[in-house]
């Protein structure tokens, strides 16, 4: 079964750069996984950040950027902001309609 | 602006079927650019995708959940439904209905979410 990867929890401090990453429990993560990010907060439902592995969403600042970093899906924030402390989730659609959600990264912002 | 909304009974006993349904208002549901989907959350866990549903009638699961999943649609009521059979104390989550985009496979529009406790 396809293990979607992602770090835990990663912190940043206001206006740093942090990097969270996507990967495949075996493989590499390639564009034709269209890899989608998802912001969520405790008790919202989750919001689509990027998708087709770099498009930014309709109203999504500039901060957030994806990308694909050597073998794994990548979501980038620069000049990290108090309101970005969230979950962070990444997908990926594979062959057969198969959508796989990756466990999710608690990012703190501090 | 494209709107889905959640409904069901919050309670359902082990061993019964979790029946939840997604109205869709603010748009076109008829639109082959869309897969309409279901995706739920533990309590203090991550998300995990249930299934998709085609326009035309398609259907995708997840292998994990696939002998109890049925996902379906009401065109003439502009709404979806997901079935889930057998459920135990491990189903009990927040479910979300989802729109996907048909081209870049992402979720575009989510419901608010809602609860469902599964317990005698």
């Known amino acids: 079964q396809t293990v979607v990867t992602q770090e835990p929890s990663f912190s940043v401090s206001p206006g740093g750069t942090v990097t969270l990453t996507c990967g495949l429990s075996?493989?590499?993560?390639?564009?034709?996984?269209?890899p989608s990010w998802y912001q969520q907060t405790p008790g919202q439902a989750p919001r689509t950040l990027i998708y087709?592995?770099?498009t930014r969403s309709s109203g999504v600042p500039d901060r957030f950027s994806g990308s694909i970093l050597g073998n794994k899906a990548a979501l980038t924030i620069t000049g990290a902001q108090a309101d970005d402390e969230s979950d962070y989730y990444c997908v990926l659609y594979m062959s057969g309609g198969i959508w796989v959600f990756g466990g999710g990264t608690k990012l703190t912002v501090l | 602006q494209l709107q889905l909304q959640e409904s069901g009974p919050g309670l359902v006993k082990p061993s019964e079927t979790l029946s939840l349904t997604c109205g869709v208002s603010g748009g076109s549901f008829s639109s082959s650019n869309y897969y309409w989907g279901w995706i739920r959350q533990p309590p203090g866990k991550g998300l995990e995708w249930i299934g998709t549903?085609?326009?035309?009638?398609?259907?995708y699961y997840n292998p994990s959940l696939k002998s109890r999943v049925t996902i379906s649609v009401d065109t003439s009521e502009n709404q979806f439904s997901l079935k889930l059979s057998s459920v135990t104390a491990a189903d009990t989550a927040v479910y979300y209905c989802?729109?996907?985009?048909?081209?870049?496979?992402?979720?575009?529009?989510w419901g608010k979410g809602t609860t469902v406790t599964v317990s005698s």
């Open positions: 549903i085609y326009y035309g009638g398609s259907t």
């Open positions: 075996s493989g590499s993560v390639s564009t034709s996984s269209y």
């Open positions: 989802a729109r996907a985009n048909f081209y870049y496979y992402y979720m575009d529009v």
């Open positions: 087709n592995t770099n």
